[in-house]
């Protein structure tokens, strides 16, 4: 991971990839917030993925895990990842993600951002922070081949096609 990370580039932990699926509220509007935007990327490494199936398979069924997996394999940047590392921590320093949503209290303490800040510079936060937080339109400016105001949202969450 560059000390640069790029700000269009979002890790969300399984937690929150299944609280999107099962519960909706908080995760599903920050992960909206993706969604929505074409130029805005999920990355997920496979056992980012396999971790995720996993929880929602022992929450609800083997078939609503591999639906929901295979959706999010359409959706996710593909990463690698290292064995044994921490499948989201490990999505977002190999992808080079400058967010990571999740509900990990340990992930978002200070005694992690202190061990993690001089290896990575990555914002660790809970959705509703990172959907209060997310600016579409500021972040927008940053990218480089964009140019002008923004113009909003250019997909449809629910879909990914345009609306």
Not at 13 to 41: F, K, N, P, Q, T
Not at 130 to 158: I, N, Q
Request: charged share 30%; net charge negative.
């Amino acid at each position: 991971m560059t000390e640069n990370p790029n700000p269009t580039r979002v890790v969300a932990d399984a937690d929150v990839l299944a609280a999107d699926l099962l519960v909706g509220g908080e995760a599903r509007d920050a992960l909206d917030h993706v969604r929505r935007h074409s130029w805005v990327e999920l990355l997920a490494s496979d056992e980012l993925l396999d971790e995720t199936e996993r929880l929602v398979a022992s929450l609800t069924d083997a078939d609503l895990a591999g639906d929901h997996r295979a959706r999010l394999e359409a959706e996710r940047v593909r990463v690698e990842q290292p064995a044994e590392d921490h499948p989201a921590l490990a999505s977002a320093y190999q992808g080079d993600a400058a967010h990571l949503l999740s509900y990990d209290e340990r992930l978002g303490s200070a005694k992690a951002g202190l061990t993690l800040q001089p290896r990575v510079s990555l914002s660790i936060r809970p959705p509703d922070a990172f959907a209060t937080l997310f600016d579409p339109a500021s972040l927008y400016k940053t990218v480089d081949e964009h140019s002008g105001e923004y113009p909003g949202p250019d997909r449809d969450p629910r879909d990914g096609k345009s609306p």
